[in-house]
Antibody, heavy 122, light 108 residues
């Protein structure tokens, strides 16, 4: 069974760094693009970016380029989303999600993690 | 970047009625690379439809998708109580995918 299990909720102060994780199982982690989606409180979904763990090729949405870093550790089938300096406006739920076909880029997400709530407040 | 505009913002209907949700793109969505997701309160989104009209695994046949180019539609033929939720469209035809802002389907 395919599973994506995310790390727990985080409360941070502005300027702090953070790395959240998405541990996967039940499929070949290296052959499916996996991405991150942001949902700010009471708002819609925003495509943060995706990574191909096989070669760590990463793509970012325009609003997120330079603001976050997506990475993957093939040895433990885990993807990450990190910030070097958080802002209050980064407060949101972040979901990891997997593409629905291996080795395919232009496809939708079919498996999702449960979400990680990130709260940034002084 | 392709901007997706969903309408209406909120749709109020009764169980048993037919729901029609719209998703309009700012430019052509090639290869019909458009998906629909359902999100219930406190849950992650769930893939309903992909490639504009293909139902995802285990999705009931009351859900159907149609459209091409810049105009796409999600239709729920006969609403069940569990269908009242948020719905998002997503295009994945470009190198950076984008989502619509969502339609809230509420009980009238």
């Amino acid at each position: 069974e395919v599973q994506l299990v995310q790390s727990g909720a985080e409360v941070k102060k502005p300027g702090e760094s953070l790395k959240i994780s998405c541990k996967t199982s039940g499929y070949d982690f290296t052959t499916y693009w996996i991405g991150w989606v942001r949902q700010m409180p009471g708002k819609g979904l925003e495509w943060v970016g995706i990574i191909y763990p096989g070669d760590s090729d990463a793509r970012y949405g325009p609003s997120f380029q330079g603001q976050v870093t997506i990475s993957a550790d093939r040895s433990i089938s885990t993807a990450y989303l990190q910030w070097s300096s958080l802002k209050a406006s980064d407060s949101a739920i972040y979901y990891c999600a997997r593409h629905n076909r291996g080795d395919a880029y232009n496809v939708p997400f079919d498996r999702w993690g449960q979400g990680t709530l990130v709260t940034v407040s002084s | 970047e392709i901007v997706l505009t969903q309408s209406p913002g909120t749709l109020s209907l009764s169980p048993g009625e037919r729901a029609t949700l719209s998703c309009r793109a700012s430019q052509t969505v090639y290869r019909m690379n458009l998906a629909w997701y359902q999100q219930k309160r406190g849950q992650a989104p769930r893939l309903l439809i992909y490639d504009a009209s293909i139902r995802a695994t285990d999705i009931p046949d009351r859900f159907s998708g149609s459209g091409s180019g810049t105009d796409f539609t999600l239709t729920i033929s006969r609403l069940e109580p569990e269908d009242f939720a948020l719905y998002f469209c997503q295009q994945y035809s470009t190198s950076r995918a984008t989502f619509g802002q969502g339609t809230r389907l509420e009980i009238k």
